[in-house]
């Protein structure tokens, strides 16, 4: 048995079956209390990701341009010898904060995501803040109730309202969908909100296509309607909340009839939607990550967290709303981050989002001179893209990549060092879609050379002369430090349990409220006004801002007048599984959505090669003219590597490194485009090649 390691809400129990040495097939485990069997059909095939013909197996040293993949082999011993001595230098020349560490989700297991943190911290280098994904989001939703935990989910299969805001669960986190399926046969309607039909909106009941960004003003006048008709539940609110006085004359500027024209829905619609929702308390909002990805994601999610508290969902056994779990496994990550071997003052913080200006700034000192690449695919899935790709193509930057498959980072490396799976080392497993600690353990040796991050780590500070007694520890001795933490979320739950269970709950009441009473703000109640945010410089109720970039900028919008979003396809998980023929296959080509408006206003037919483009860069994509895209918004799922693209450049040339409204995250869907016609695609399928998947 295995614990999926991607970046997924899911963290689905694994059976793995091997033959020979090999994996041959990967199914999800049936005794998984929350996955119950059933994984994705990325996971599916994840023996094509062991056994790939890009997985590199040795060491290797760029003998070629950067960026064309031309590399020699070397040894282990030849490979830390050789970063090492190039560390020094630039130690010496410049200082430690000349070396930046670049990692993210490439495993979620707790000893390999965080096992480059001690080492970088011990050495002094520039620190990564780690933003890409759920920062903006996170700071959002603790604002108003100080945590990121909610409701279970597996509670919502009683509630009499399902809403499925800003998340394609069928592509993303499918088991929230079984649960979705089971309350609807008990009677629930499922709402999905979403600003274009996914395959999770098609099953749903009702389907709000909002426009892009414009969430957080649907849930203002959800909030206006509710106060309006008496929707509230004033013993609740009295109870559990703080600012409901000041909260209800700012409501006044989010009427029905002033926000319709914002969010792109009729009066009826909005107003039928926010009685749906406080008709019951057995409302629950499941919402996702990717709402937050707008200039004003912080205040969207913040916002979304007020409405269970108005109706006073959040203290009933199947209301509420979850937007993660994280923050409910107390694990003490000091144990594996190891803050205390930083110097003092601390090194200076380098936001990952914006990795192409801290590599072609020349004004940055020190100058970053080597860059660590673990984890991650930089080149494929940071924004401005075309900005990181001139970084990384710097031939006066030492770049080291340590990774499982041949990606586009790797291509630019200096030296390229092989990485484990998950399935060919230790580690922990923590979830942010359900509650439960999992352990996995090898279920084949390591391929070839192959390495795990803590491993290299070891031997790097080694090599280094990093003598803290923390780089002597195996994984296990991690693992079980890290159980040790002490919190009561973690009370029993040990090592040799994990060992034999593989799967255990944290400690936690059935059902989970943890905002019945309140929640952990600086008052201790769930905050309409939050004075920590007003301290900030931000607004203290839930507000809603136009888009930086977006329809509000009509000097920019006249050039580009399309916004364009750029979600997860359904066989990839971010850039993950783009190595694989049999998904990439399946998935048939980078495309674009367009309605058919927009399509014939630019004579693009169904199937046509079209160039996306704007003042950061363009890429070529087929176009898909479709019905389930409105009109001003073309939607671009991803991502698709560079080499897999025709023109060799992918959707992220078209984001941008803005920082979002709060937690310093990206507005990766805050972009507006152009699309012209470069000529005629294949025909062959062209219509609705990912349409009837969706």
Not at 153 to 162: K, N, T, Y
Not at 262 to 273: A, N
Request: charged letters at 20%.
């Amino acid at each position: 048995k295995s614990v999926c390691p991607h970046d997924c809400p899911s963290a689905c129990g694994l059976v793995v079956t091997v033959a020979d040495g090999r994996v041959v097939d990967v199914t999800g485990a049936p005794d998984h209390p929350f996955t119950q069997g059933v994984i994705c059909g990325k996971v599916h095939e994840y023996h094509e990701r062991v056994h790939s013909p890009l997985r590199i197996t040795t060491p290797l040293r760029r003998a070629g341009p950067k960026g064309r993949g031309e590399f020699e082999r070397v040894s282990w011993e030849t490979a830390i010898a050789e970063i090492a001595e190039r560390w020094r230098g630039v130690i010496a020349r410049s200082g430690a904060e000349a070396i930046l560490p670049f990692s993210y989700a490439g495993t979620m297991g707790r000893v390999q995501y965080h096992a480059g943190h001690p080492f970088f911290h011990a050495l002094g280098a520039s620190r990564l803040d780690r933003t890409i994904c759920v920062s903006t989001a996170y700071a959002g939703w603790r604002a108003t109730v100080g945590t990121v935990t909610g409701n279970d989910s597996e509670q919502m299969i009683g509630a009499d309202l399902v809403v499925l805001w800003g998340i394609n669960a069928a592509y993303t986190t499918i088991n929230v969908m079984t649960l979705v399926r089971r309350a609807r046969e008990r009677g629930a309607w499922v709402v999905c909100i979403d600003p274009y039909r996914t395959r999770t909106a098609k099953q749903a009941d009702e389907h709000l296509m909002v426009r892009p960004g414009s969430d957080g003003a649907l849930a203002l006048a959800v909030m206006h309607v509710l106060v309006a008709d008496g929707l509230v539940d004033r013993a609740y609110i009295d109870r559990a909340t703080s600012g409901f006085d000041r909260l209800v004359p700012h409501l006044a500027a989010y009427a029905p009839a002033a926000v319709a024209p914002v969010v792109g829905l009729s009066v009826d619609t909005i107003v039928r939607f926010a009685r749906r929702y406080g008709a019951s308390r057995k409302s629950f909002i499941r919402a996702g990550i990717g709402l937050s990805r707008h200039d004003n994601g912080g205040m969207t999610c913040r916002t979304l967290a007020c409405l269970p508290a108005l109706t006073g969902a959040y203290a009933d056994p199947n209301g509420g709303a979850l937007l993660s779990s994280s923050d409910a496994f107390g694990f003490n990550l000091a144990v594996l981050e190891r803050p205390d071997l930083m110097p003092r003052p601390a090194p200076r913080v380098i936001n990952m989002i914006q990795l192409g200006r801290a590599l072609t700034d020349e004004r940055l000192r020190p100058r970053i001179e080597s860059l660590y690449v673990y984890n991650s695919n930089p080149a494929a899935v940071c924004p401005n893209q075309e900005l990181v790709l001139r970084g990384l193509a710097r031939a006066d930057l030492f770049t080291v990549v340590h990774e499982q498959v041949m990606t586009d980072t790797a291509r630019y490396a200096d030296l390229v060092l092989p990485a484990t799976t998950s399935l060919e080392h230790m580690d922990l497993y923590k979830s942010f879609g359900h509650f439960y600690v999992q352990l996995a353990e090898p279920v084949i040796p390591p391929l070839g050379e192959a390495k795990p991050n803590w491993e290299v780590f070891r031997r790097l500070a080694r090599a280094l002369d990093l003598r803290d007694p923390h780089f002597e520890k195996t994984e296990e001795q991690l693992i079980r430090e890290l159980l040790a933490s002490g919190d009561a979320s973690l009370a029993g739950i040990t090592f040799e349990r994990l060992r034999e269970e593989r799967s255990v709950r944290l400690n936690l009441p059935r059902p989970y409220l943890p905002f019945a009473h309140g929640a952990p703000t600086p008052s201790g109640k769930v905050e309409f006004y939050s004075p920590t945010l007003e301290a900030l410089g931000h607004p203290a109720l839930p507000t809603y801002a136009p888009l930086v970039e977006g329809p509000d900028r009509p000097e920019l919008a006249r050039r580009y007048p399309l916004q364009c979003i750029v979600p997860p396809n359904r066989f990839f998980l971010n850039s993950s599984f783009s190595q694989s023929e049999l998904l990439r296959a399946r998935q048939k080509r980078p495309t674009v959505f367009v309605s058919p408006t927009d399509a014939g206003a630019r004579g693009i037919a169904d199937g046509d090669r079209v160039r996306v483009y704007n003042d950061r860069g363009s890429a070529l994509f087929t176009a898909e003219v479709t019905g389930d895209t409105r009109t001003g918004v073309a939607v671009i799922e991803g991502i698709w590597w560079h080499r897999f693209h025709r023109g060799g450049r992918g959707v992220n040339v078209l984001t941008s490194d803005r920082v979002s409204d709060l937690g310093g995250g990206p507005a990766l869907h805050s972009n507006l485009v152009e699309i012209e016609r470069v000529g005629p695609g294949d025909r062959q399928g062209a219509s609705g090649l990912t349409a009837p998947d969706r």
